[in-house]
């Protein structure tokens, strides 16, 4: 049974960070993807990153820059860094593992587990 937890969120000023963390496991292996989505109050859920099992890393264009993904493998672990955000950026952030190991998967249907997701509130 693959389980993934995420941890890490809360409330912050505008312009403030955070740091997310979501561990994995039940996995047999380490050659999965993982990525981190984002469903803010009345809208869609959106692809924030993904980053490949040798630790490629794909951003959506409106997040370059403030956010930053990385993983540690020993650890099976993926962590979001989320540094000067904004009010817009509250949302329920989820992550997710993909068995396209190699790639950047953008699509949630690609994704094959996901987490319960963690609640950042970024106040103005």
């Known amino acids: 049974q693959v389980r993934l937890v995420e941890s890490g969120g809360g409330l912050v000023q505008a312009g403030g960070s955070l740091r997310l963390s979501c561990a994995a496991s039940?996995?047999?292996?380490?050659?999965?993807?993982m990525g981190w989505f984002r469903q803010a109050p009345g809208k869609e859920r959106e692809f924030v990153g993904s980053?490949?099992?040798?630790?490629?890393?794909y951003y959506a264009d409106s997040l370059k820059g403030r956010f930053t993904i990385s993983r540690d493998n020993g650890k099976n672990t993926v962590y979001l860094q989320m540094n000067n955000l904004k009010p817009e950026d509250t949302a329920v952030y989820y992550c997710a593992t993909s068995p396209a190991g190699w790639r950047r998967v953008l699509r949630e249907d690609e994704y094959d587990y996901w987490g319960q997701g963690t609640q950042v509130t970024v106040s103005s």
């Open positions: 980053i490949t099992w040798l630790g490629a890393i």
């Open positions: 039940g996995r047999t292996s380490t050659n999965y993807a």
